[in-house]
DNA sequence: AACCATACCTAAACATCTTATATATGTAAT
DNA sequence: ATTACATATATAAGATGTTTAGGTATGGTT
């Protein structure tokens, strides 16, 4: 069993917590900082990324600006004013559910 | 956006995590147990959680036992003898991929 | 009789992922 | 020169796991 399988829906919120923080990244830079942050245990699959980051943009949390670095073009993302909000909102229910979560990881034996 | 789309690909280490703990419980008791445990926050739907303890069923990792209380049939459940590894397999990649998230929800802005 | 909690189940639609494939540039090794 | 790998983006088919909405049935309360 693959661990990746547990990014199914947590995808969209790392997104736009590392563009929280960041303020400004593409989409290399994002899957190779999750991996890099996971110790390489998680990688985010290009087919994942994409969609996930076109979505976003077409749900007008991000916007893009693309440049050329290095002879090859990049696309920047950051976060719209709506995605500001949405961002810490969305942060907000992943603590709250991983606090449930971890609560029954945590159970102790009865 | 409803928190409990979060679950997605957590249901089955729940399920397990709970059955470690508790031996034997029933699905109509699980999704109380979840709902309790989050203080509300997180309500296992039925189309979700039958489906996904008839699968583990399937995959071996789940024995049931039908009983009648007060008039009512209930289907317990519990770990099998490889449903027991898995149980500890998966509850440790879980760990494992929520360190890293919360690594990342915790990050402070640079 | 109506309503709610208990207790199980399934199917269609939807969202999100994996896997595979494609394109293209820069750099290092053979 | 050409092979290989890292960089960088993108899409499509198929698999998986949800939501939503429905169904059946019993027991207790209003």
Chains 1, 2 share one sequence.
Do not use: C, W
């Not at 923080?21 to 087919?47: A, L």
């Not at 969609?51 to 990049?74: F, I, M």
């Amino acid at each position: 069993m693959n661990s990746s399988y547990l990014l199914k829906g947590s995808l969209q919120v790392i997104i736009l917590r590392l563009l929280e923080i960041h303020g400004r990244m593409y989409g290399y830079e994002i899957s190779r900082t999750v991996k890099e942050m996971s110790h390489g245990e998680f990688q985010i699959t290009e087919g994942a990324l994409y969609p996930a980051l076109h979505k976003l943009e077409a749900g007008g949390l991000l916007e893009t600006s693309t440049e050329l670095v290095d002879g090859r073009a990049r696309k920047y993302y950051s976060l719209s004013r709506s995605g500001k909000n949405e961002a810490s909102s969305r942060v907000s229910d992943v603590r709250i559910f991983l606090d449930s979560l971890q609560q029954i990881l945590n159970l102790k034996p009865v």
